[in-house]
């Protein structure tokens, strides 16, 4: 069944005809090796011409990834190791408030460390934490360690988790995790998007946050990187500009 774009192609139509232009950014998570999947990753945002944030694990990051970082991937830092620290009645995460702060700052420099040696300058400080899931005590400590932005999930309330720390959340994220990692509904996806930017346009959101599409390349089965693929390619064809963390840490260009 073919989805039904009307409601994004109404919604990019209103953007337009408003003369706003709405900044767009891609970020894929849980990267650690050259994969088949990586390469597809690597491809499709070569030929949609929209580089992709590559959030890679740095305890696990094994030195074939250098040879992805270039024009088309954008390396940034996804945690430490992606272990699951948190108790069993709480939601997943690696660096919640239920840890020693020290030991997560010292993870993250270690991190740093490690990604700064595989990729020299094509390393981004952006810090995404897996789960995208952070004690709100940490953010504070992050731009004494060298990190200059923030990457979670949701419309952001604020331009700066911290003073120095720029956040940049992405909105939309097309897996249902909840039944196999399979394509959630398009149709739903497609008025997800539109009410999203719907938000921003009547100032019920930051319109100058970039609006991030979240995948998961090594997941991914022939549905999801097929409406991946259509989805951007939608919201590159209409009223956008795209985002890259190499652009600077300020939000403040698009309008």
């Not at 690696?94 to 300058?121: K, S, V, W």
């Not at 022939?222 to 939000?251: C, F, K, M, N, Y």
């Amino acid at each position: 069944m073919t989805p039904d774009w009307t409601p994004l192609d109404a919604e990019l139509g209103r953007w337009k005809a408003e003369g706003l232009t709405l900044p767009l950014w891609w970020r894929d998570d849980d990267a650690v090796a050259a994969t088949p999947q990586l390469q597809r990753l690597h491809d499709l945002a070569r030929n949609l011409g929209m580089p992709v944030h590559l959030a890679v694990i740095p305890a696990h990051a094994q030195d074939s990834l250098a040879d992805f970082a270039g024009a088309h991937m954008v390396p940034v830092l996804h945690g430490w190791s992606h272990v699951n620290h948190a108790p069993p009645t709480a939601k997943k995460a690696e660096f919640g408030a239920h840890r020693d702060p020290n030991i997560m700052r010292r993870e993250i420099e270690q991190g740093l460390t490690r990604l700064r040696a595989l990729f020299g300058e094509a390393f981004v400080p952006m810090f995404v934490p897996p789960w995208n899931r952070i004690s709100p005590d940490l953010p504070a400590h992050l731009p004494g360690l060298g990190v200059r932005m923030l990457s979670t999930f949701t419309p952001r309330t604020q331009a700066h988790a911290a003073p120095e720390l720029c956040q940049i959340n992405t909105h939309l994220d097309p897996i249902n995790w909840r039944a196999d990692k399979t394509l959630h509904d398009p149709d739903t996806l497609i008025r997800q998007v539109a009410m999203q930017l719907a938000d921003r346009r009547e100032a019920r959101a930051d319109r100058k946050e970039p609006y991030g599409i979240l995948t998961h390349h090594l997941v991914h089965d022939t549905a999801i990187w097929d409406h991946v693929e259509a989805l951007l390619a939608r919201l590159l064809d209409g009223p956008t500009q795209i985002w890259t963390a190499h652009s600077g840490e300020t939000t403040d260009e698009p309008t």
